[in-house]
């Protein structure tokens, strides 16, 4: 391709190393590549994400997007609303990291080593009912900003641990600095979590075709599917906060043959009795095509237990 590809980042450290991977991967079919600084709501306000709404990461690099300042913008898949955006197209979901949550703690402690009355910092409301539901007696304190201030809370012993998605810090090179990576029983991760979601304008065909063939990983694609149709679908019900997990798993098929399915698990809060929060669990396996038809089914059984009691956006 002749033309020099834009692509729009946010300035933060995990944006960059987020964008550079895409960066990187495009420059090696020979195409130049230039990246765009874009600042955005989020970037500037240091008030909780529940408060300035989902999209605040993502708002500004679509509307860059849509004037043609870019061409390619990325996202964590997780910070993206689920309503699709007219003239944008998702052109690629690339393989993504290992999508589990992970404590750094003190002196190397893991969840279960905490002492009751230990804090615990995060700004998520699915990380805060989780931990809440494990009955650890933990205390839950709400907090924001990057990753880097975030871990600093914990080494000026400000806080005994926070929580944070392991892909992340894998992606700034402080992965070593995890002491548990939480296991998905424990803790579900956030729809998407991990993955990059890669988009374009509608109708940048040779943008979408170049993402598509370079970046784009099709089993990533079918779990974050999976999850995501599981994140709309309860959206669309309740607002309680919401976990989820696909992965793809070999099974048998009626004649003995190996196929690919997508296991499914997900968990959603449910208020009881005043302020005590208790988690809903459910999973199901479905054929690889149909991810969104898997996600769905499983969030109306979700529904079916009681999902949605609880008020608060769903993220
Ligand atoms: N909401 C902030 C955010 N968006 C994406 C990541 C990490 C990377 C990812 O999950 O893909 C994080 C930080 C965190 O949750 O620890």
């Known amino acids: 391709m002749s033309r020099v590809i834009r692509i729009g980042t946010r300035g933060s450290k995990l944006a960059l190393a987020q964008t550079g991977t895409i960066a990187d991967a495009l420059r090696a079919t020979g195409a130049e590549v230039e990246l765009v600084t874009v600042t955005t709501p989020g970037d500037k306000s240091s008030a909780p994400i529940p408060t300035i709404g989902v999209g605040v990461f993502t708002s500004a690099l679509r509307e860059a997007l ?3 300042e870019v061409d390619v913008i990325v996202h964590s898949y997780k910070d993206l609303p689920t309503k699709p955006e007219a003239g944008i197209t998702l052109a690629a979901v690339p393989r993504r990291e290992d999508p589990r949550d992970a404590l750094i703690a003190r002196d190397g402690l893991t969840l279960g080593e905490l002492p009751p009355g230990s804090t615990v910092g995060t700004g998520s409301p699915r990380r805060t009912a989780q931990l809440r539901s494990l009955g650890l007696g933990l205390e839950i304190v709400p907090i924001r900003g990057n990753i880097d201030t975030r ?6 012993g400000e806080l005994d641990a926070v929580v944070l998605a392991r892909a992340g810090l894998a992606r700034i090179g402080r992965a070593e ?22 988009e374009c304008r509608t109708g940048d065909v040779d943008i979408e075709h170049l993402l598509g063939s370079t970046v784009d990983d099709e089993g990533t694609r079918a779990v974050a599917t999976a999850e995501r149709a599981l994140l709309a679908a309860l959206e669309a019900g309740c607002s309680a906060p919401v976990g989820a997990l696909a992965e793809i798993v070999e099974d048998l098929d009626a004649e003995g043959r190996v196929i690919e399915r997508i296991s499914l698990r997900g968990t959603a809060a449910v208020e009881v009795d005043g302020d005590a929060v208790d988690m809903v669990r459910a999973s199901a396996l479905a054929d690889i095509r149909d991810a969104e038809q898997l996600g769905r089914t ?3 059984e979700l529904l079916d237990l009681g999902a949605g009691a609880l008020s608060g956006p769903a993220q």
Not at 151 to 156: I, S, Y
Not at 177 to 198: F, R, S
């Open 151 to 156: 871990m600093r809370k914990v080494t000026d």
């Open 177 to 198: 600095e995890i002491t548990e990576t939480l296991d998905p029983i424990q803790m579900l991760p956030a729809p998407a979590q991990g993955a990059l979601a890669v």
């Open 66 to 68: 849509l004037r043609e």
């Open 298 to 300: 499983l969030a109306a």
